[in-house]
């Protein structure tokens, strides 16, 4: 039934989440920060009002009992195919199609997306008398997960929409659909990633051409025609290690700089050098970089305090997954905190070198409406399955 029991609430997660809240916003302004002379920018403050927003959302899932989603996922799901295909007919924005101008602020459709799938793949199969070992259940799955994660690649977001691969294998695995399908499927991904890898490490370009046969790399393979250029640019930077450093491999280099040379213990707030500097880039400093600023200005040590931070937020995903009452609760709050796993692992990954530069930003810190309250409405979920927990 719908109501809040305060007594049955994880406190744990909403302490960790609202910490997470206010270091945003702390940081946020530090991203901003050029000298005590110069304007700061209020986007610290707006980080503020769009987590404001969220708690309300996060609040009245809580208040809403979760159970009631099953019966109206596909209305759930099919809203945000609709809001998927919508931005496709506005202009685009930094040459994709990815938000929907509204008044006052732009939604970003792709993040209610991914908790619309969660939700519609939790509910399929956690249907009373749901066969996972029929191969409809398997390809009915697929077709779940596969309308959106076209549409999504299509913005082209191809970072957010391969999310959607995790959540999918680890809810499948769960249920125990086809498990032997999923591994030789996973190993087909696997290489045919090895595959794409390969081409566009070798795949050629304008200099390449301009070269004279015999000056010409042994290995020359044709344009990719599957992916954007600076997609294809920022796999090459992650591959090559020197390339483009001017353009696609500077945010690579600078978020590199700034974590190493915080050091032990940081430079201290304020005071971090690649972001005051500018070399960092100001636009992307406050979002997908937001974990430089903290690596560089609280060092090792700070660095450690956030991934445990994190670590306490996915285990409780997890125990709330764990401590379900029914089975659409145990998937949906695995699926959630699967989802926010990957945003923080591929985030913080990206940011020291050991993955590509992607656009996935870092859940609870990184500045954007659409993603705060759609991260909130998420854990909002995981707490009202949680507060309606099992007790043993």
Same mark, same amino acid.
């Given at each position: ?100 101008? @509204? ?8 993040? +209610?997306?991914?908790? #619309? *799938? !969660?939700?519609? &793949?939790? /509910? ?48 499948? @695995? ?8 999923? +591994?030789?499927?996973? #190993? *087909? !991904?696997?290489? &045919?990633? /090895? ?62 700089? #700034? *974590? ?133």
């Amino acid at each position: 039934m719908n109501g809040i029991t305060f007594k049955r609430l994880d406190w744990t997660m909403l302490g960790t989440i609202l910490v997470l809240i206010g270091l945003s916003s702390t940081f946020i302004y530090s991203a901003q920060f050029k000298s005590d002379a110069d304007p700061v920018g209020n986007n610290y403050l707006k980080q503020l009002v769009f987590a404001g927003m969220g708690l309300c959302a996060y609040g009245a899932l809580v208040w809403f009992d979760y159970k009631q989603l099953a019966s109206v996922a596909w209305w759930i799901y099919g809203g945000a195919v609709v809001l998927l295909l919508l931005v496709f007919l506005f202009p685009e924005v930094n040459g994709a199609h990815r938000w929907l101008p @509204l008044p006052g602020f732009t939604l970003q459709s792709s993040e +209610l997306g991914k908790i #619309a *799938v !969660v939700v519609a &793949l939790a /509910a399929y199969l956690a249907a009373p008398g749901r066969d996972v070992d029929d191969w409809k259940t398997f390809y009915s799955c697929g077709a779940i997960v596969g309308l959106p994660f076209l549409l999504i690649a299509a913005e082209p977001d191809l970072s957010t929409s391969l999310t959607l691969a995790p959540i999918t294998l680890a809810i499948m @695995l769960h249920m125990g659909v086809q498990r032997k399908l999923l +591994l030789i499927g996973l #190993a *087909v !991904v696997l290489v &045919l990633v /090895a595959v794409v890898c390969f081409w566009i490490k070798f795949e050629t370009s304008p200099e390449i051409e301009a070269l004279s046969p015999a000056e010409r790399p042994r290995i020359v393979l044709p344009h990719m025609p599957f992916m954007e250029d600076y997609q294809k640019g920022r796999i090459k930077v992650f591959l090559t290690k020197d390339h483009d450093l001017a353009d696609a491999g500077w945010n690579k280099l600078q978020s590199q700089i #700034a *974590v190493g040379s915080g050091g032990l213990r940081g430079k201290g707030y304020l005071q971090g050098a690649q972001n005051n500097l500018g070399f960092l880039p100001r636009t992307v400093a406050p979002t997908d970089f937001i974990f430089c600023v903290v690596a560089e200005e609280t060092g090792f040590v700070g660095g450690v305090v956030f991934i445990l931070l994190y670590s306490v937020l996915l285990g409780r995903c997890m125990w709330a997954s764990v401590r379900s009452h029914d089975e659409f609760g145990r998937l949906m709050a695995l699926g959630i905190g699967v989802m926010l796993f990957c945003h923080v692992f591929v985030n913080i990954a990206m940011t020291i070198g050991v993955l590509p530069i992607t656009g996935l930003p870092l859940p609870l810190m990184s500045y954007g409406g659409s993603f705060m309250v759609s991260t909130m409405i998420a854990l909002g979920l995981v707490q009202s399955v949680y507060q309606r927990r099992r007790i043993r």
